[in-house]
């Protein structure tokens, strides 16, 4: 057995004392089902307890704000699946890019709703889903859409700005005031746009302040100048890494001459900024605060040391920073650990820390359902067959379809999992709860396009028999039909003809009348409906149809022995008209089949009518 | 084609969407409509609104985004909706209740007005009541549990019942006249109730021959009275001249799984809307060269008309759709795919002037402002 990764975390049963009794409990699909014993924990036993308490671990399926995410991603995991296998794959990325994004909206949608809704409570859930689109953004620059030196830095900055939008407020804060250059979180607003690489707004709020201070406006010229000729890759111009690298050495030596000669001296502020630029570590230290995290401070970093860092060289600084940032007693936070595992390209790390984090398979199931199709996955064989991909979505749609309107999304994603994933339906589907009829046929429906015709029966089996206890039985036999499930339409004929001996006449006659093909599925069910035509002849009064009718009901064995009493004494008013209806032939096997009635083993009549039979047949 | 319409995620499964009725004289497009919802531990039934019309934005899919006015909660599914008039909307349950709830305007709150709780029910158990049809004060409910019931909106009791209408489930109704109406079933068959009647058995039964495939859903053309279109569990179109005895005039094969609900466009009938488990909605458009609507063509194929038995009174004008395939009959059929990509099924739709809604599985609803018709 594998060692455990973490502690498991412990759920306090109300009303139970561990140490008096001992608790029992079974798994269920999505929960445990626990109840106190009436062991108690030193031996012997003591009365027990009428409780019996369901422990859920994921919460967060109730809440109808998910809901849209799990529906939402759903409707992109369909989309994704469809994607055609043959495309080459310069054409996929920018699909998968953009699917990486679709589900990157759906989150922050449900994020904003979350924020609009709870103020006070439950923003617990706003804060994880803020974690969870900042780490899918940041596999997103670095998996999907593998941006090479350069380009990279560049991703990492939109990445951390995405996530560091309170600067914008303040800024505008700042600006609306009626002294800007004087407000307490001036500098603040400019180190902040200089700390995110956002030179041109830094000149716009800095010029406020040279405003203020013309005397030392040539100081002021000199910064602007410094920030506004600050080498930026671009990466669709011709320029190459090389010729970008030698371009911002030249720029960087220039801020360095500016620091040596004093220039900023008298302007402490306008003194860090260049010191900043240069990339002096102290001094992006003497602003955490501004920087907030380590992964801003990481970003920062690479822009003023190290603008062309390699992918693979990441992980380093990655590291380094967050040892400098981070306060060396403090235990990493999860999100740190996870963070830090992208930056190093762990991917099955990132999955692997994620899944303990998190209370629901959501997030790591799209995740890397997504990083499977861009083909980044080693083909990892888990002790239990399937691959990490299949595992994860088989998880979380087992999850799904523990709840009461979720499970036809869970559907989808069983069928893309193609090693157990049907093997996982076939077992779930049977344990839907059937209300309603028109639930009842969307799981057929659900059944039937995937051929699994064994629950197919068993659910239209179900609702026979609720129909046939309720008395009803066109709905019992339309059940049947469905199911092509013979047997139970013979039950159903076999109830029709219980009611007609019982009360003489038909029940439902709409229905038999009605029968069409479906007449056809069994034998007990086509002699019903011949039975009830004989009827309609005898009504009618065309008796010879009828008389021939009846007869080949007993002759072709479609009439059931136990009811050849009876069709043998709804033969005699035939017998008994005055114009010959039966021939001399069709007298005889009527004769025929009284013999073998009488001789065979059913005591179904009584020796009166039996008497009168034989009369009635040898007089004719 | 597709401008104009994007999924709004409710959190709710919808199983009905129905306009709010505009009154005929305006020429307004409508804009509020109901939404129930099924398969939830608490069900609901919901106002939206799209927002004000005549104010032709810039932003018109923000503008078109439905608001939610008010909600109630709603005992057991919704398995049918519709408007008794503008203020009240008359629901069937799956706990066999029929619910009459009011819309108020001034404080947007609904409260419920009226209920009949059992009113679908077996000896012991619940039965669903699956359909509705209202012709203002007048509601005829049908269920699962075969009967047919009369209500009238404001009286306390049940103004007529017809037990053991059938001995399937009856999955839809419409009124074909004032005093008739007509049921679909689980076993194909279409019955018509004349209510000048008494005693409880139909004046007429249509089926196809062949197999009995059950039926789901009736719209009656809306101005001739004998034309009807059903859909049901093999996904296949039929039209019907209820006078012309066992034979639909024509059967398509509209979709891959059970159809759900089937419109005639209310104004404008060349127009029909069907939607389906496959989470398809389609909309079917016939044309013609001539100005008699297309129910009304000229018939070219003999056969059909030598077997009717009734001279149209019109002279001559025989009722055959040009929807029949085979000849080259002066009409088309043109089908097109409302919703921009599969989805899961979608339940229900409702047509009225150029507005469309619909409501799927996938727990999103679909408006579309500029249906082409």
Same mark, same amino acid.
């Given at each position: 057995m594998e060692e455990v990764d973490v502690e498991p975390t412990t759920t306090p049963i109300p009303g139970f004392d561990s140490n008096q009794k001992h608790l029992g409990f079974v798994w269920g699909p999505g929960d445990i089902l626990v109840y106190e014993t009436i062991y108690k924990a030193s031996g012997g036993s003591a009365g027990g307890c009428p409780f019996v308490h369901e422990?859920?671990?994921?919460?967060?399926?109730?809440s109808p704000i998910l809901r849209k995410l799990f529906n939402e991603s759903h409707h992109i995991f369909v989309g994704l699946q469809r994607i055609r296998e043959d495309l080459p794959s310069k054409n996929k990325k920018p699909q998968f890019v953009s699917i990486s994004k679709n589900y990157r909206s759906v989150i922050r949608a449900c994020m904003e709703e979350l924020q609009q809704v709870a103020v006070y409570h439950n923003d617990s859930l706003g804060n994880t889903l803020l974690s969870l689109e900042l780490i899918w953004n940041l596999c997103e620059v670095l998996f999907i859409d593998a941006a090479p030196a350069g380009s990279?830095? !560049?991703?990492?900055?939109?990445?951390?700005?995405?996530? @560091?939008?309170?600067?914008?407020?303040?800024?505008?804060?700042?600006?609306?005031?009626?002294s800007p250059a004087e407000h307490q979180a001036y500098w603040d607003v400019v180190i902040s746009y200089v700390l995110q690489g956002r030179m041109d707004e830094a000149?716009?709020?800095?010029?406020?302040?040279?405003?203020?201070?013309?005397?030392?406006?040539?100081?002021?010229?000199?910064?602007?100048?410094?920030?506004?000729?600050?080498?930026?890759?671009?990466?669709?111009?011709?320029?190459?890494?090389?010729?970008?690298?030698?371009?911002?050495?030249?720029?960087?030596?220039?801020?360095?001459?500016? !620091?040596?000669?004093?220039?900023?001296?008298?302007?402490?502020?306008?003194?860090?900024?260049?010191?900043?630029?240069?990339?002096?570590?102290?001094?992006? #230290?003497?602003?955490?605060?501004?920087?907030?995290?380590?992964?801003?401070?990481l970003v920062t970093r690479l822009l003023f040391s190290h603008p062309t860092v390699k992918p693979t060289e990441l992980h380093y600084?990655?590291?380094?920073?967050?040892?400098?940032?981070?306060?060396?007693?403090?235990?990493?936070?999860?999100?740190?650990?996870?963070?830090?595992?992208?930056?190093?390209?762990? %991917?099955?790390?990132?999955?692997?820390?994620?899944?303990?984090?998190?209370?629901?398979?959501?997030f790591v199931g799209h995740l890397t359902d997504l990083l499977d199709h861009c083909k980044l996955l080693q083909s990892h064989n888990l002790h239990f067959g399937s691959n990490l991909r299949e595992f994860l979505l088989l998880e979380y749609a087992s999850g799904l379809f523990t709840h009461h309107s979720l499970w036809q999304l869970a559907v989808d994603y069983f069928d893309h999992c193609p090693e157990f994933g049907r093997v996982y339906l076939e077992l779930q589907i049977e344990r839907v709860p059937l209300d309603t009829e028109r639930k009842a046929l969307k799981v057929i429906r659900i059944c039937e396009q995937r051929q699994m015709t064994e629950q197919v029966r068993s659910i239209c089996k179900i609702m026979a028999k609720k129909a046939l206890r309720n008395n009803r039985l066109g709905s019992a036999l339309s059940w049947s039909i469905r199911a092509k499930d013979a047997a139970f339409a013979t039950l159903i004929s076999e109830r029709f003809l219980q009611d007609y001996c019982a009360k003489g006449t038909f029940s439902d006659l709409d229905l038999i009348d009605n029968l069409g093909p479906a007449m056809l599925l069994s034998d007990r069910l086509t002699f019903l409906g011949k039975y009830r035509e004989f009827h309609r002849l005898y009504g009618?009064?065309?008796?010879?149809?009828?008389?021939?009718?009846?007869?080949? #009901?007993?002759?072709?064995? %479609?009439?059931?022995?136990?009811?050849?009493?009876?069709?043998?004494?709804?033969?005699?008013?035939?017998?008994?008209? @005055?114009?010959? %209806?039966?021939?001399?032939?069709?007298?005889?096997?009527?004769?025929?089949?009284?013999?073998?009635?009488?001789?065979?083993?059913s005591q179904l009549f009584t020796l009166a009518s039996l008497a009168r039979v034989k009369q009635l047949f040898t007089l004719h | 084609m597709m401008e104009g319409i994007n999924a709004k995620y409710v959190s709710q499964k919808i199983s009905k969407t129905r306009w709010r009725p505009v009154s005929s004289s305006s020429l307004q497009q409508p804009d509020i409509f109901a939404t129930g919802s099924w398969d939830n531990e608490d069900n609901k039934i919901s106002i939206w609104s799209i927002g004000e019309n005549g104010i032709s934005g810039l932003d018109d899919e923000f503008e078109g985004d439905p608001q939610l006015v008010c909600e109630h909660k709603h005992n057991g599914d919704v398995l049918d909706l519709q408007f008794l008039d503008q203020d009240r909307i008359v629901t069937a349950s799956s706990t066999g209740a029929v619910i009459i709830f009011r819309h108020h305007h001034n404080s947007q709150t609904l409260s419920v007005s009226q209920l009949w709780e059992r009113a679908h029910h077996y000896p012991c158990d619940n039965a669903p009541c699956t359909g509705i049809v209202c012709n203002s004060p007048e509601i005829v409910t049908v269920g699962e549990d075969g009967r047919i019931i009369l209500f009238r909106a404001d009286q306390e009791g049940v103004l007529r019942t017809i037990e053991n209408a059938d001995s399937s489930t009856i999955h839809d109704v419409t009124f074909l006249r004032t005093t008739e109406i007509l049921t679909v079933n689980s076993i194909g068959q279409l019955k018509i109730w004349d209510f000048r009647q008494q005693g409880n058995e139909p004046s007429q039964i249509l089926s196809l021959t062949g197999d009995r495939v059950p039926l789901h859903c009736v719209d009656r053309h809306p101005n001739q009275q004998h034309i009807v279109a059903t859909g049901g569990q093999d996904g296949m179109l039929c039209i019907w001249d209820v006078r012309q005895g066992n034979m639909p005039f024509s059967l398509m094969e509209a979709h891959s799984a059970e159809m759900w609900e089937v419109h005639f466009h209310p104004s404008n009938p060349d127009h029909l809307f069907s939607c389906s488990e496959d989470g398809s909605l389609l909309h079917w458009e016939t044309s013609s060269n001539s100005d008699t609507p297309s129910f009304l063509q000229g018939g070219r194929n003999t056969s059909i008309v030598s077997r009717s038995a009734i001279a149209p009174a019109g002279g001559n004008q025989s009722l055959i759709s040009s929807w029949l395939t085979g000849d080259s009959s002066k009409g088309r059929l043109e089908t097109t795919h409302m919703l921009p990509s599969q989805t899961l099924s979608v339940n229900s739709l409702d047509v009225l002037g150029q507005c469309l809604v619909c409501g799927t599985d996938g727990e999103a609803i679909y408006v579309n402002r500029r249906v082409p018709i």
């Open positions: 422990v859920r671990k994921d919460e967060d399926i109730y990279l830095v !560049l991703h990492l900055l939109d990445w951390v700005r995405l996530h @560091k939008a309170d600067v914008d407020e303040k800024a505008r804060e700042v600006l609306a005031s009626e000149r716009q709020v800095l010029v406020k302040q040279a405003a203020l201070q013309p005397a030392a406006r040539v100081m002021f010229k000199l910064l602007d100048n410094l920030l506004m000729k600050m080498p930026i890759f671009n990466p669709g111009e011709t320029q190459t890494l090389t010729e970008f690298d030698v371009k911002w050495r030249h720029w960087r030596e220039e801020v360095d001459h500016c !620091l040596q000669d004093q220039s900023f001296a008298s302007n402490r502020h306008l003194e860090d900024i260049c010191k900043i630029l240069v990339g002096d570590e102290d001094v992006l #230290l003497e602003y955490k605060e501004l920087l907030s995290t380590w992964y801003h401070f600084y990655a590291q380094s920073s967050m040892h400098m940032f981070l306060d060396t007693r403090s235990v990493p936070e999860p999100l740190d650990s996870i963070l830090l595992a992208a930056f190093e390209f762990d %991917i099955h790390q990132v999955i692997k820390d994620c899944s303990i984090a998190l209370n629901n398979w959501w009618e009064k065309r008796f010879s149809d009828a008389a021939k009718l009846l007869l080949s #009901l007993m002759t072709a064995k %479609i009439a059931p022995h136990s009811f050849w009493m009876t069709l043998l004494t709804d033969a005699l008013p035939l017998l008994e008209q @005055k114009e010959v %209806i039966f021939s001399a032939d069709q007298t005889h096997e009527l004769m025929f089949c009284l013999e073998e009635l009488t001789s065979g083993k | -």
